[in-house]
């Protein structure tokens, strides 16, 4: 998010009261530009965390996850499924003053390939901060966070310890860029892998890099990406949260200003998009019994 040039006022710092609780941890790396965000409360409901080592070491697993992940995200570009996303901002009395919300349709077009159509879109009532190309590219790509094994190598990926989230026992990684270039996004944070499934659960942490630039502060706040089982073997995301403080430093024509944002994604509607196939035998032609039937995108 950046912020508005119109606006000019000073906000106070508003911190959540509650039993949520944030798992601080899972930002590692964000000490580099930490004083651009205070995180906020988010749901953990994790159990205790197990230090001692795991069955097999730790890069055996990390290679078996990332297969799993690849496999995963070819079986998710055949998938259509809508997006409700919604980004809010909160006022000192913890009420929303303003919001941008769009929902989308991820289907694909007559040709096959992949496509996003909006079905709605209400006028933004955001005042403070404006939505900016790479907080498209989160809600897009960054929050339901996929790590194959073609991308694997771009982190550094270091075992945790193991931890039992709802009735789900996970492997815990912490995962961080080796390097960024420019133009990518990246996650700093945790991921809970299913030890049975090997496959990423829940996603904890920030799409980085932020731009602390001043006269061009483009700030994000910490997210936490939550999976489920949608056809009894892949896990798709199903909620997102984030929240956080973001710290915009003045620049020309407007004051510093702290912004309190919450951006809330709900992933509905999976259904396997898939096309007929035949089989041509003794020269008559059979229906493939083993092929998916086309449906069309809701």
Not at 44 to 70: C, N, V, Y
Request: net charge negative; aromatic share 10%.
């Amino acid at each position: 998010m950046k912020i508005t040039m119109k606006n000019t006022s000073q906000w106070a710092v508003v911190i959540l009261a509650g039993a949520l609780c944030f798992a601080a941890a899972a930002l590692p790396c964000a000490a580099q530009d930490q004083d651009s965000f205070t995180a906020m409360p988010l749901d953990a409901g994790f159990g205790r965390m197990d230090l001692t080592p795991p069955p097999i070491p730790p890069e055996q697993i990390i290679q078996k996850f990332a297969a799993q992940e690849t496999l995963f995200k070819e079986a998710l570009d055949h998938y259509t499924y809508r997006r409700m996303a919604k980004v809010e901002e909160v006022d000192d009395d913890n009420k929303v003053s303003g919001e941008w919300y769009q929902v989308t349709d991820v289907v694909f077009d007559p040709s096959g390939k992949r496509t996003e159509h909006v079905v709605y879109a209400p006028e933004n009532t955001l005042k403070q901060i404006i939505m900016t190309e790479s907080d498209m590219s989160d809600i897009q790509q960054g929050y339901p966070f996929v790590l194959t094994t073609a991308d694997v190598g771009l982190y550094n990926v270091k075992y945790v310890g193991k931890q039992r989230v709802d009735e789900v026992d996970c492997y815990v990684f912490d995962v961080s860029p080796k390097q960024i270039e420019k133009g990518k996004r990246y996650l700093d944070g945790r991921i809970w892998v299913d030890s049975e499934e090997l496959q990423i659960v829940v996603t904890n942490g920030r799409m980085v890099p932020d731009d602390t630039r001043r006269n061009h502060q483009d700030l994000h706040p910490p997210f936490m990406t939550w999976r489920q089982q949608i056809d009894g073997h892949y896990w798709f995301p199903v909620y997102t949260r984030a929240e956080g403080i973001l710290h915009f430093a003045g620049g020309n024509g407007y004051m510093s200003e702290d912004v309190h944002v919450r951006d809330i994604i709900k992933y509905t509607d999976y259904k396997r998009f898939g096309s007929t196939s035949t089989i041509i035998y003794d020269g008559q032609t059979l229906q493939n019994p083993n092929a998916q039937q086309q449906k069309k995108p809701q």
